[in-house]
């Protein structure tokens, strides 16, 4: 199938597409990688009035250290999160998930803007937003706002964001001192979406797990933080049998629904399989 008919504005500047927004009403989409959005308009599962291309605003293309927090435009391409030292040193979770996502070709062009206002459930960017408590800045012509991953995914492909509004940058913390991280994922084929996967960051005091943050996703409409799951747990010593004893917790209390793709038992028992390497690997990480 091809598209429907839409109109296509290409602007040069954020304030140039915020205008052109504003003026096209609710039928408009942007449009920046097109990995997701270009085959649901050629399927017509997307069919709008117009299309606004932000590709030329490479104002919104950056990644900045800003201390505590780790600035991260929203143009900015899916491989270069996963190549950046700077994301790497910073915050190593966000750049192990961005090596995950797709193939070669879909890193080079997907951006993270697109996949954190697209809000599948099972992408990487979404998960690991929630995990890690980033705040997404969102622009629109009445100015700017923040607002946590947590208020921003609603449900399945369904965002906070307002017909006028574009996501301007994603602020995630810094790694600490002495804190591990690690990604996991389960997927029938290299570069398919993961049927279970599983963020997660740990931090040490001495030989003692200091805190510890995890978030699934697969298990729920839309990502799943795990904190409060989690928290009991704190305080004990770090070695192997209390990674298991989490992810033996962990899968104990999620209630994922059964679908064509997989059975509710299934995930429950991948999702503990999961969370245990994840945990290890951290453990391991946050080691040295």
Not at 59 to 80: C, F, K, N, P, W
Not at 140 to 165: I, K, N, Q, Y
Request: aromatic fraction near 6%; hydrophobic fraction near 45%; charge should be neutral.
């Amino acid at each position: 199938m091809k598209p429907a008919a839409f109109d296509y504005f290409r602007p040069s500047s954020l304030e140039e597409a915020l205008q052109q927004l504003a003026a096209c009403g609710d039928g408009a989409k942007v449009i920046a990688g097109g990995q997701s959005l270009g085959p649901m308009l050629n399927m017509r599962l997307a069919v709008p009035t117009a299309l606004v291309d932000l590709n030329d605003l490479t104002e919104l293309a950056y990644i900045r250290d800003g201390g505590a927090v780790l600035s991260v435009g929203a143009l900015t391409r899916h491989d270069q999160i996963a190549e950046s030292r700077l994301v790497q040193a910073r915050c190593p979770l966000l750049a192990q998930a961005a090596k995950t996502i797709g193939h070669y070709a879909i890193r080079q062009r997907g951006t993270i803007g697109g996949s954190l206002a697209h809000a599948d459930p099972a992408a990487q960017f979404p998960l690991i937003a929630m995990t890690l408590g980033a705040e997404i800045e969102i622009a629109s012509p009445r100015g700017s706002r923040r607002l946590p991953a947590s208020a921003f995914f609603l449900s399945v492909m369904a965002t906070a964001l307002a017909a006028d509004e574009i996501i301007h940058c994603v602020h995630f913390p810094t790694v600490n001192v002495n804190e591990g991280s690690s990604f996991q994922l389960f997927n029938r084929r290299h570069g398919d979406y993961a049927i279970v996967a599983v963020a997660t960051t740990v931090a040490l005091e001495g030989e003692r797990v200091a805190r510890v943050r995890l978030g699934l996703s697969g298990v729920s409409a839309t990502p799943t933080v795990c904190d409060d799951m989690v928290r009991p747990f704190a305080g004990r010593t770090a070695n192997a049998a209390w990674a298991a004893e989490v992810a033996r917790a962990v899968g104990a209390a999620v209630s994922p629904e059964d679908d064509a793709r997989m059975a509710a038992v299934y995930r429950k028992e991948l999702t503990e399989k999961l969370v245990e390497q994840a945990l290890v690997r951290a453990l391991s990480r946050a080691k040295g």
